[in-house]
C-alpha cells in the first residue's frame, strides 16, 4: 500500500526567508502524481503545486518550488520569500493508479514571524 | 462556476442518529471523493466515485454510504451516528486521472 510521510509535524520561518517542508512517499507504482495542499485557518484545501512522476523536470509555481528526486521518493516543498501569507498546514499527497485516490500526509503546521 | 458546494457547513448529532451530507461539483468531473480530517491524521478516503453509479470504498468506509446517482451530486450518508465520526469531512472532484482535486469547503460535525 501507498503511504506518505511528514515528519515535521511544525516548523516555523522568518518573513522573507527561506523554508523547506519535507515529504517521503512509498509506491510500487511507476506512474504517480505529487501534490502539495495548503490550508489555511479558513478550513479551505488549495493546491500549491503538482508533480507528474515521469517528468524529471521540478515543477514551479512562483515562490513555490519541489525538489523531485524519485529514486529516494521524496518530494520537498521549498517556499522563497516566505510572507505572512503563507503560514497554513501544509499536506502532501500521494495520487496513483486509475481510480485518482489521493492518500495524504499528516500536515507540517507553518508559521511565519513578522 | 459555483465550484464544489458542501452542504451543511456545520452540524450537531446525537448517536445513532442518521443524516446526509450533501455535494455537488458544476465543473462536469467524472472523480468524486469523501475524506475526513481528524487532528494529526491528515485527510483520509471514505469513499469515491469514478462516474455515475459507479462507487467504491476508501480508507475508512464502515459507518458510511454513498451514491452517484448523476455526475454532478455524491452524497455521503451517516447510517447511525457515532462520537467516533465526530470530524471535518470534505468532498473534492476532479476531471481527470492525476489532475488537481477540487475541494468543497468542508462540513464540520459533531457527535455526541
Known amino acids: 500500500a501507498q503511504t506518505v510521510t511528514q515528519s515535521q509535524p511544525e516548523m516555523s520561518v522568518q518573513e522573507a526567508e527561506t523554508v523547506t517542508l519535507s515529504c517521503t512517499y512509498d509506491t510500487s507504482e511507476s506512474d504517480y502524481y505529487l501534490f502539495w495542499y495548503k490550508q489555511p485557518p479558513s478550513r479551505q484545501m488549495i493546491l500549491v503545486i503538482r508533480q507528474e512522476a515521469y517528468k524529471q523536470q521540478n515543477a514551479t509555481e512562483n515562490r513555490f518550488s519541489v525538489n523531485f528526486q524519485k529514486a529516494a521518493k521524496s518530494f520537498s516543498l521549498k517556499i522563497s520569500d516566505s510572507q505572512l501569507g503563507d503560514a497554513a498546514m501544509y499536506f502532501c499527497?500521494?495520487?496513483?493508479?486509475?481510480?485518482?485516490?489521493?492518500?495524504f500526509g499528516t500536515g507540517t503546521l507553518l508559521a511565519v514571524q513578522p | 462556476n459555483a465550484g464544489v458546494t458542501q452542504t451543511p457547513k456545520f452540524q450537531v448529532l446525537k448517536t445513532g442518529q442518521s443524516m446526509t451530507l450533501q455535494c455537488a461539483q458544476d465543473?462536469?468531473?467524472?472523480?468524486m471523493s469523501w475524506y475526513r480530517q481528524d487532528p494529526g491524521m491528515g485527510l483520509r478516503l471514505i469513499h469515491y466515485s469514478v462516474g455515475a453509479g459507479i462507487t467504491d470504498q476508501g480508507e475508512v468506509p464502515n459507518g458510511y454510504n454513498v451514491s452517484r446517482s448523476t455526475t454532478e451530486d455524491f452524497p455521503l450518508r451517516l447510517l447511525s451516528a457515532a462520537p467516533s465520526q465526530t470530524s471535518v469531512y470534505f468532498c473534492?472532484?476532479?476531471?481527470?486521472?492525476?489532475?488537481?482535486?477540487?475541494f468543497g469547503p468542508g462540513t464540520r460535525l459533531t457527535v455526541l
Open positions: 499527497a500521494y495520487s496513483g493508479g486509475a481510480t485518482n485516490k489521493l492518500i
Open positions: 473534492a472532484s476532479s476531471s481527470f486521472q492525476g489532475y488537481e482535486q477540487f
Open positions: 465543473m462536469n468531473h467524472e472523480y
